[in-house]
């Protein structure tokens, strides 16, 4: 009976385990997984830890039974009446364990070099160029090929090779796609590489990216979207994004630097480019895509005006004179010029604000407008809401700090969610 309750106990706890495994591994969704690689980037490193995993597991398995044989067959059992042989200094048990880790490291290096030599290499030529640059605590995209500034969404194409050029513009930080390839960092005066093809095959769709090296007190707050489109759909997008700002553009597009190269429009077929209209956008609030929506709390002591209706042409003179211009670029209001902050010229076609973090939704964005840095511990932008406590300055914002109340805060709203 004792030896049956010893069992038991054994059995108890690897039961539960396996239990727990199984229903793990009946999930039908992984969004955030990077076992379910749609690059060839993903798929090398996917072949990678494969390999390596098989060949832990062999070994763990060899180690582990050859450890179990010995303990029982050499286990003492109280009849020994004589001290067993020792051994010491043989020769070819020595040679033996030594060549084993050797060849096991041997066939870990081979295919792990092979990958890195692989993942390193130049890009082929015609790949989209897209720059990335880091912030405490957002992501700015730059496209040199069409003259294209966004933050925190990146559209790319199926089937066409993308080639991320990587800085930083504080401190260290990494970015990652888990589901279209690796991860790579960022670092400050230094600049990295990182290039995959998405899979030609694939439907249009969203991914969710991170920076995942810590980079202060918002890390875990710096996400971005990648979506993957159709050629076309891509075309139609850069399209609209080169035209300026479409509510109150009183200035043509900003021209590209005298250095940069003219570039015709993105490969597509015209025939798909006809039917879609100028300034595609990812129809990302469809149930399938639920995933990808941000559900970040909003802090239980911030509130707005409820009821309150924005006038876009008011709020384009409110944000035309508050401390939004001095950090924010839009291109076709001539007053907005600043390379701080994020660019906002095509602001209301964007699926989320702050970095990833809430919906971009009216009510979203102006509690984000009145008080940024509760949202967002550590954010650079002020606080704008009149009389709201700012958690950095330690004090409430006075309308001599340029403080705005809810209504010109909800006529900036309408102002920006217009910019379409």
């Not at 041997?106 to 160029?129: D, H, M, N, S, Y």
């Not at 996400?223 to 891509?234: G, H, K, L, M, W």
């Not at 990812?282 to 149930?287: E, G, I, L, M, S």
């Not at 809810?406 to 006529?411: E, N, S």
């Amino acid at each position: 009976m004792k030896g049956n309750s010893r069992l038991r106990q054994i059995l108890t706890p690897g039961l539960i385990i396996m239990l727990a495994l199984a229903f793990t591994a009946g999930a039908q969704t992984y969004p955030n997984s990077t076992f379910q690689p749609h690059s060839e980037l993903g798929r090398s490193i996917d072949f990678l830890w494969n390999r390596l995993f098989l060949l832990a597991t062999i070994v763990f398995v060899l180690v582990e039974g050859a450890l179990i044989y010995v303990i029982f067959r050499y286990r003492h059992t109280g009849k020994e009446t004589e001290k067993p042989p020792q051994t010491h200094g043989h020769a070819v048990l020595e040679v033996i364990w030594t060549l084993i880790p050797a060849l096991i490291l041997l066939f870990i290096a081979v295919p792990t070099v092979r990958i890195i030599f692989q993942t390193q290499a130049k890009v082929a030529a015609g790949a989209l160029e897209i720059d990335v640059i880091g912030h405490q605590w957002w992501w700015e995209f730059r496209y040199p090929e069409y003259n294209i500034t966004t933050a925190n969404e990146i559209y790319i194409p199926v089937g066409r090779t993308v080639n991320f050029k990587l800085n930083s513009n504080d401190v260290n930080h990494s970015f990652w796609t888990p589901e279209l390839g690796g991860k790579r960092d960022l670092i400050p005066n230094h600049t990295n590489y990182i290039w995959f093809t998405p899979d030609s095959t694939m439907k249009s769709s969203v991914w969710n990216g991170f920076c995942t090296e810590y980079c202060g007190t918002s890390h875990g707050k710096m996400r971005f979207r990648v979506f993957t489109v159709q050629p076309a759909e891509f075309a139609s997008w850069v399209a609209g994004q080169q035209r300026p700002a479409t509510f109150g553009a009183t200035a043509p597009a900003v021209p590209a630097p005298a250095s940069a190269p003219t570039v015709a429009p993105p490969p597509s077929n015209g025939a798909q480019l006809a039917s879609l209209p100028v300034g595609y956008t990812f129809p990302h609030n469809q149930p399938e895509f639920a995933y990808a929506k941000p559900n970040t709390p909003i802090p239980a002591d911030l509130n707005f005006t409820k009821g309150l209706t924005g006038s876009a042409a008011r709020g384009m003179q409110v944000y035309s004179s508050a401390a939004c211009i001095g950090c924010h670029a839009i291109n076709g209001n001539p007053s907005s010029v600043g390379v701080v902050g994020p660019n906002l010229t095509h602001f209301g076609s964007r699926s989320t604000i702050a970095a990833g973090n809430f919906p971009n939704t009216p009510a979203y964005l102006a509690l984000w407008i009145k008080n940024a840095r509760k949202m967002k511990p550590g954010v650079i932008m002020p606080t704008l809401g009149l009389n709201e406590y700012d958690p950095q300055l330690k004090k409430p914002v006075e309308k001599a700090m340029g403080g705005l109340d809810d209504q010109q805060i909800a006529d900036i709203v309408a102002y920006l969610s217009s910019l379409k």
